[in-house]
């Protein structure tokens, strides 16, 4: 028996209207509501704080909803819309989705999914690419998303392997590995937290990038200058040094739990003394032994569908693991399949 798909949009209505769930696009006015909901929420990070996601404002469409239950903020969804009118969370941000209350509950959640793909279904918006936060940035599990991902038929079109070390169940850093990080050390390696990013962008990333895959990095320095000011107990730079000559560099994005290395890159003389393993050894041992996870990022390349091996080998020696980051294709007419 076929059913109306009218009927079916009218009876996602009436659930919305009787689960009191309402959303919103976010507008500039909604800024410290925004940012207060992000401080106590169970799956965030500080990159979607509007002074992080503003940067690039004349670049994407902002497009991120607010989704209330009466005056209450149930969910945030950071999202931009594209030229062919898909809405991408985020397309400008390593991470997305669903950023949802400290104490929400399943049948919440789906109602806080319900409400969002009703509202953009109803404005001709066709799909929403999801990109999902890596489980390990959570402070309290989010999996009822999956559930609701599960329920709509969303399409997994990409998933990379990121690697972290969990603190709580620590593996060894392997035996190659000790011995290049001996090595760093008896070069006379030096490992500082510098001031300014000028020197690791200048000197290090943006001429490594250029040469192994003729791209600039994502962020200039003048972005990541600017990020670093507004954001300074979330974004920092330590470099390796022979001597007065930088080698050897990490940019880091902090949260709460995790410590996240954001930019990675050595210089060839770096390399012939091991700078980089021996810079990581120093952040691991010394900088962050509180973090619940240090995550080294991705090592997937062609959107996911292609492992860069050596990097892998680089990050496992180091005692991390993987975790997937996956991304979602989702048709907004599926949300019927959610009533």
Same mark, same amino acid.
């Given at each position: 028996?076929?059913?109306?798909?009218?009927?079916?949009?009218?009876?996602?209505?009436?659930?919305? %209207?009787?689960?009191?769930?309402?959303?919103?696009?976010?507008?500039?006015?909604?800024?410290?509501?925004?940012?207060?909901?992000?401080?106590?929420?169970?799956?965030?990070?500080?990159?979607?704080?509007?002074?992080?996601?503003?940067?690039?404002?004349?670049?994407?469409?902002?497009?991120?909803?607010?989704?209330?239950?009466?005056?209450?903020?149930?969910?945030?969804?950071?999202?931009?819309?594209?030229?062919?009118?898909?809405?991408?969370?985020?397309?400008?941000?390593?991470?997305?989705?669903?950023?949802?209350?400290?104490? #929400?509950?399943?049948?919440?959640?789906?109602?806080?999914? /319900?409400?969002?793909?009703?509202?953009?279904?109803?404005?001709?918006?066709?799909?929403?690419?999801?990109?999902?936060?890596?489980?390990? @940035?959570?402070?309290?599990?989010?999996?009822?998303?999956?559930?609701?991902?599960?329920?709509?038929?969303?399409?997994?079109?990409?998933?990379?392997?990121?690697?972290?070390?969990?603190?709580?169940?620590?593996?060894?850093?392997?035996?190659?590995?000790?011995?290049?990080?001996?090595?760093?050390?008896?070069?006379?390696?030096?490992?500082?937290?510098?001031?300014?990013?000028?020197?690791?962008?200048?000197?290090?990333?943006?001429?490594?990038?250029?040469? /192994?895959?003729? %791209?600039?990095?994502?962020?200039?320095?003048?972005?990541?200058?600017?990020?670093?000011?507004?954001?300074?107990?979330?974004?920092?730079?330590?470099?390796?040094?022979?001597?007065?000559?930088?080698?050897?560099?990490?940019?880091?994005?902090?949260?709460?739990?995790?410590?996240?290395?954001? @930019?990675?890159?050595?210089?060839?003389?770096?390399?012939? %003394?091991?700078?980089?393993? @021996?810079?990581?050894?120093?952040? #691991?041992?010394?900088? @962050?032994?509180?973090?619940?996870?240090?995550?080294?990022?991705?090592?997937?390349?062609?959107?996911?569908?292609?492992?860069?091996?050596?990097?892998?080998?680089?990050?496992?020696?180091?005692?991390?693991?993987?975790?997937?980051?996956?991304?979602?294709?989702?048709?907004?007419?599926?949300?019927?399949?959610?009533?």
């Amino acid at each position: 028996m076929e059913v109306d798909e009218s009927l079916s949009v009218c009876s996602a209505v009436a659930k919305e %209207v009787e689960s009191g769930f309402r959303v919103c696009r976010y507008d500039p006015s909604l800024r410290s509501e925004w940012d207060r909901f992000l401080s106590t929420a169970k799956n965030t990070t500080f990159m979607f704080r509007r002074d992080y996601m503003d940067y690039h404002a004349e670049r994407f469409e902002d497009h991120s909803l607010i989704i209330w239950r009466g005056t209450q903020v149930m969910g945030l969804l950071p999202a931009n819309l594209r030229a062919d009118g898909v809405l991408v969370s985020h397309q400008g941000l390593t991470y997305g989705g669903f950023v949802l209350r400290r104490e #929400i509950t399943l049948g919440s959640v789906l109602d806080v999914v /319900r409400a969002s793909l009703h509202f953009l279904h109803q404005r001709a918006v066709p799909r929403l690419i999801y990109k999902r936060l890596p489980r390990f @940035y959570n402070t309290l599990p989010d999996d009822d998303v999956d559930y609701a991902l599960f329920l709509m038929d969303s399409k997994l079109i990409r998933r990379d392997c990121s690697l972290a070390i969990c603190r709580s169940d620590r593996l060894p850093v392997s035996r190659g590995k000790k011995s290049k990080i001996n090595k760093g050390k008896r070069a006379g390696v030096i490992v500082k937290r510098d001031d300014g990013f000028q020197p690791f962008w200048t000197k290090v990333l943006t001429p490594r990038l250029l040469q /192994r895959f003729g %791209v600039a990095p994502v962020h200039t320095i003048e972005e990541i200058t600017g990020l670093a000011d507004r954001l300074p107990e979330h974004i920092k730079q330590y470099s390796a040094y022979l001597g007065d000559e930088i080698v050897a560099g990490v940019t880091v994005y902090e949260t709460p739990t995790v410590a996240h290395m954001q @930019y990675i890159a050595v210089t060839d003389k770096g390399e012939e %003394v091991c700078a980089l393993e @021996y810079l990581f050894h120093c952040l #691991i041992e010394e900088v @962050y032994p509180a973090k619940v996870y240090f995550d080294f990022g991705i090592c997937n390349e062609r959107d996911g569908r292609e492992l860069n091996r050596g990097l892998l080998q680089f990050k496992e020696g180091f005692g991390a693991r993987t975790f997937s980051h996956d991304f979602y294709e989702i048709e907004t007419a599926n949300v019927t399949r959610l009533i």
